[in-house]
């Protein structure tokens, strides 16, 4: 086998670290932006829950309650 050259070896390091720094970048963004959508939705929903509940009101219904949860398997009963 031949020798491996010291200086193609640190090159190739080098463009894997900045590949791997790369991914890690565009993961993070795409990261922020799923977090961003998801806060934006959460807020999208408790608006849309709200506006539900003024209108309910406004036509005179009464809020319905859910049902209380059954309990899990393995918890106490």
């Known amino acids: 086998m031949a020798e491996t050259d010291p200086k193609s070896v640190q090159d190739l390091t080098n463009v894997v670290q900045t590949l791997l720094q ?5 993961f993070q963004t795409m ?4 977090i961003g959508r998801n806060i934006e939705m959460s807020t ?4 849309l829950e709200k506006n539900i509940a003024d209108l309910m009101t406004q036509a005179g219904v009464e809020e319905i309650e859910a049902p209380p949860e059954k309990p899990k398997e393995g918890q106490g009963s």
């Open 22 to 26: 790369q991914m890690q970048d565009k």
């Open 31 to 34: 990261s922020d932006q799923i």
């Open 44 to 47: 999208r929903i408790d608006d």
